[in-house]
């Protein structure tokens, strides 16, 4: 809201300042730098409404923020801010401490307040109250892995705050007070003047040798050395096995420990030692040595690598000078000098990476085909010409710190208006998601922490926030944002970009495949000219591999599998097999109290609500959402109600007129008021005839039964009274011949179904009973609290049971539509994605959900049976198959892209997820499989200010010049700019990741 009630009072404010400064110089005694300034706006005044056009000046909120984090970075020593808010809050805090710190009398207290108060600020404090929670909440607080707990938690040093962390923390700072404390009291007060014989001299040199061993140990854990211009002979070369790459690694681990220990443990003392001899601390009493030197004791914290390049450009300095004082330099204090010359390093830093920028820009459009326009030659003769011109653009672009802005991607440049280095106004976390966001979702966490190892190695070379990084693996693409930095943790923003790759993705994704593959796949032996960065001049520079647990996408095509007749002809037996295994399994579950209690139900057919644990144990789609293909093959969502399952386009239910309730006969009714009576009397409805609302109970009156004059039954049908139905009889109460075999009963509702007795008995060979024998054994031994083999046995022989698990399957079995045997694919797709084609007694069937669910489950693992098969051949045992299945129902997740379940087995990071898919263009079917495992991520640096160039040139292109155009010049694919993906990368609106992490806090000591 800030934004909103601050961005139209930007341009009175422009105008107020103008008249401010005259009315100053009108008003005051002549001041000739007043005098001047006053001129110079007088001269500018005249192109405020052009400044204003071309969108040069910027606005109050963005200066503002601007304002406030050079100020806060340069001024008081801190870093940006991952948010405005935090931003606001560090930048009170330390404006009060400096102040503090400026009224403190004593020499001291004024050390000792300062390195306390430095190194509390340089510490994530927001973070404490969740960092003190178990190590599994901290990791989701954090916000990595926000669709579920991961399989793995982090238990490495810093990602919670328990006792390992306080006491170090504790240590440093104790360690730290006393050293500042002890040396300022004994050396302080006699410093010498001249540095080269003074005890200041050893701490100096103990820098140096620091600074360059931090330097050549942080070079050796890259891809590239020497500004990624030559390839690391010492990095592993041409390794895609994540464990042969970490053996391969461990000299350079060896390495990184050593630095790590060097660059936090050691180099922070050697600093505050260095400041606290320093002899400015003699006079305090002015406020830019009291200034500097806070600022001088916080960044040794802060950020300890650049402060350890700030004092080491110090220290030559006063070394080149000898015996000799500097009067304008040397008066301005350690801390002030420290100031200027991380100033000067950071701009000219930025001038550095904006001139190659430049140049890149400027040489592509020509040598770039695609690239070249037609006004090519005129902007290159242009920017030759009038290069000192372009020159100072760049210089003042690198002193204000603002984004050097490409007009529309071309050679013209501009001077974008100043802004915070995250660039975008509103809070980081904002995507474009669609369903492939799971994926970056699920992978946000395992790389959170590949990023803070390789953050603590240098892998990834000096972090500042503000740098950019893009990850590259497989067909996903990662770009990582450093958004704030402190002793021991870093912030970061992870932003995942489309899969659906566009003609532009595509080509600058082959350019990126190319420079990763010369920096990571490579002979062993190179010689010079191949160990130079043929890339160089792109805009990405590849640094390390790191090793994340992310999915590896396959898909294959099915022709020749699902339209061979005899894979189809075993189909039928394997769905038999597997939904035997899964009623059984069932029943295990119910015995051991998976399921809630009292979800049996009564004859009538009747079944209550299931449990949501059932849906997450049982079956692995959940009811909620079914997919179904419509008459044009195409997928949508249908919402369950509390009373009915949604199926295909040829279902009779229909809810236009709202939800009906459900169709109960006569012969219901009647074995409602007798639980003894047969449900399997019911008589079926006769094809063709019309179901009609009756005054009886909303019964359709083609399932009463005709009436009959008392008495008369001449020439009515015979019923044979003498067929042995007593096994498929209905009962309250089944007589087993085992007491075991209550465990693996099925609730009465499933018995009920409207099929006749001569239709089930027609298709019982189709039962596989040695398959249910020894299923029913297995399962016997997990449910027997004492393993006997005559329990077993008797539980195999009960012939009550087996032919009660009969009935259910087979009832099943016909009222899909498969009692006989599989012979379209189109068929089996569609029973796959739940649009189960209608049949005789389908109501019966789908409201039972947890059956339906449970036929649903088995037909797709049958599926999944003859897929394996035919990729590595037939089951050879039952033991086989029951492992198989097993494995299944563990490590798998098997259903439809377009489910929930889906979705959540990724961020449940269930190891492997099968689907079935259907491609209409090109008329086939196709299965896709997901494994988890750890893979190989090639990270490389990006040129930040390139970044900030081409995103400034966005806003400007959309919001000033209104350019909204999708086929526009400056979003095309560029090889060496990385346009497209750069665009992809910007927040919404302007720019469309699928995905967006809030600002990750991890530790990185």
């Avoid at 019982?764 to 046995?793: C, H, I, N, Y």
């Avoid at 292109?957 to 350019?963: G, I, S, V």
Wanted: glycine share 8%; net charge neutral.
């Amino acid at each position: 809201m800030l934004m909103f009630t601050i961005t139209p009072l930007t341009r009175p404010l422009y105008i107020f300042i103008f008249i401010a400064v005259d009315l100053a110089d009108r008003f005051s005694n002549p001041v000739p730098e007043l005098q001047l300034a006053c001129q110079t706006l007088h001269v500018l005044f005249l192109f405020l409404p052009l400044l204003w056009a071309l969108g040069a000046l910027p606005p109050l909120d963005a200066l503002l923020f601007w304002g406030m984090e050079q100020i806060l970075v340069f001024g008081m020593g801190g870093s940006p801010m991952s948010s405005n808010v935090r931003l606001l809050l560090m930048f009170a805090v330390s404006t009060g401490i400096t102040v503090c710190n400026y009224f403190i009398p004593s020499a001291l207290g004024v050390v000792l307040f300062s390195v306390t108060t430095g190194f509390l600020l340089s510490l994530d404090l927001s973070q404490v109250g969740s960092l003190s929670k178990s190590p599994r909440e901290a990791f989701r607080v954090h916000g990595l892995h926000d669709g579920g707990l991961p399989p793995f938690v982090p238990t490495s040093f810093g990602w919670n705050l328990g006792c390992r962390e306080i006491a170090l923390y504790v240590t440093l700072l104790l360690v730290a007070t006393a050293e500042a404390g002890l040396l300022h009291q004994f050396f302080g007060s006699t410093q010498s003047q001249n540095l080269v014989s003074g005890h200041q001299s050893h701490v100096s040199y103990l820098l140096l040798i620091l600074f360059f061993l931090c330097w050549a140990l942080r070079e050796m854990q890259g891809a590239y050395v020497c500004g990624g211009m030559f390839l690391n002979p010492l990095y592993p070369k041409g390794t895609s096995n994540v464990q042969t790459f970490k053996e391969k690694n461990r000299g350079l681990y060896l390495a990184a420990a050593i630095r790590r220990a060097l660059l936090y443990f050691v180099s922070p003392f050697a600093m505050i030692a260095f400041l606290s001899m320093d002899k400015s601390l003699l006079s305090l009493h002015t406020v830019s040595i009291s200034v500097g030197l806070t600022r001088a004791f916080r960044v040794v914290w802060q950020s300890s690598e650049d402060a350890l390049l700030q004092m080491v450009v110090v220290v030559l300095g006063r070394l080149a000078a000898g015996g000799h004082l500097l009067p304008g330099w040397d008066s301005l204090g350690t801390g002030v000098q420290l100031l200027l010359v991380g100033l000067l390093i950071d701009r000219l830093s930025q001038f550095l990476a904006k001139l190659k920028f430049t140049l890149t820009v400027l040489v592509t459009s020509w040598t770039e085909k695609k690239q070249r326009r037609q006004s090519a030659g005129t902007l290159l003769a242009l920017n030759t010409s009038l290069w000192p011109l372009v020159l100072a653009v760049v210089t003042l672009s690198a002193l204000l710190s603002a984004p050097l802005l490409p007009l529309f991607t071309l050679p013209i440049f501009l001077v974008g208006f100043p802004r915070p280095q995250r660039s975008w106004p509103g809070p980081v976390g904002t995507a474009c998601p669609c369903p492939d966001s799971i994926f970056y979702q699920q992978m946000s966490g395992s790389l959170a922490s590949a990023l803070r190892t390789a953050f603590s190695r240098g892998s990834l070379g000096s972090l500042a926030p503000g740098s950019h990084f893009l990850g590259r693996f497989q067909d996903r693409m990662v770009w990582i944002m450093i958004l704030e930095r402190g002793y021991g943790y870093c912030t970061v923003n992870i932003k995942g970009l489309e899969l659906q790759e566009t003609s532009c993705h595509t080509v600058e994704a082959r350019r990126v495949d190319e420079v990763f593959e010369a920096a990571f796949e490579r002979p062993e032996r190179l010689g010079f000219t191949q160990g130079f960065n043929l890339h160089w001049g792109n805009a990405l520079t590849p640094c390390a591999a790191l090793a994340v647990r992310a999915y590896s996408d396959a898909r294959n095509v099915l022709s020749g599998i699902i339209d061979s007749h005899e894979n189809l002809r075993k189909l039928q037996d394997d769905f038999m097999k597997a939904l035997i295994w899964l009623l059984l399994r069932y029943c295990v579950q119910k015995h051991r109290g998976f399921l809630w209690r009292g979800e049996e139900v009564s004859a009538s057919g009747g079944t209550k609500s299931q449990s949501s644990q059932f849906a997450q144990t049982t079956c692995n789609q959940p009811f909620e959402a079914v997919v179904v293909e419509s008459n044009l093959s195409s997928f949508r969502f249908r919402q369950e109600s509390s009373s009915g399952t949604s199926f295909g386009d040829w279902s009779d239910e229909d809810d236009l007129f709202g939800p009906q309730p459900p169709r109960r006969t006569v012969a219901l009714v009647t074995a409602e008021a007798q639980p003894g009576h047969s449900a399997l009397q019911i008589g079926a409805s006769l094809p063709g005839s019309v179901e009609m609302d009756s005054l009886f109970e909303n019964m359709a009156l083609s399932a009463l039964q005709p009436l009959q004059p008392l008495g008369l039954s001449i020439g009515m049908p015979a019923v044979d009274k003498s067929r042995n139905t007593e096994v498929l009889k209905e009962s309250s109460h089944l007589n087993f011949s085992c007491p075991q075999s209550e465990i693996f009963s099925l609730p009465s509702g499933w018995r009920t179904a409207p099929l006749l007795p001569s239709r089930l008995l027609s298709l019982r060979p189709l039962f596989p009973e040695e398959w249910f024998r020894f299923t029913l054994g297995r399962f016997g031994l997990a449910v027997q609290e004492e393993t006997s083999a005559d329990m077993t046995k008797a539980l195999k022989e009960d012939e009550v049971l087996k032919e009660l698990h009969a009935k259910v399957a087979l009832s099943c079995l016909i009222l899909v539509g498969a009692e006989s045997a599989f012979t379209s694919p189109s068929y089996i797709y569609r029973l796959y994605c739940g649009d189960v084609p209608w049949t005789e007694g389908l109501d019966w069937l789908s409201s039972r959900k947890e059956l339906y669910q449970l036929t649903l489950q088995a037909f797709r693992f049958s599926f999944k049976l003859l897929f394996d098969q035919a990729s590595l051949g037939p089951m050879e045992s039952p033991e086989e198959l029951f492992s198989t299945l097993e494995e299944y129902e563990r490590d798998w997740y098997i259903g439809l892209v377009t489910e929930k379940g889906w979705h959540d087995g990724v961020l449940q990071e269930k190891p492997f997820l099968f689907s079935l898919g259907h491609d209409l263009t090109m008329g086939t079917y196709t299965g896709r499989v997901l494994s988890l495992q750890e893979q190989l991520i090639q990270v490389g640096r990006l040129n930040g200010e390139g970044v900030r160039g081409q995103w400034a040139n966005l806003s400007w292109e959309l919001l000033y010049a209104t350019n909204d155009d999708e086929e526009r010049y400056s979003i095309q694919a560029h090889p060496f700019m990385l346009r497209n993906l750069t665009v992809q990368a910007a927040d919404p609106p302007l720019g469309y990741p699928i995905y967006s992490s809030a600002p990750l806090h991890f530790p990185c000591l």
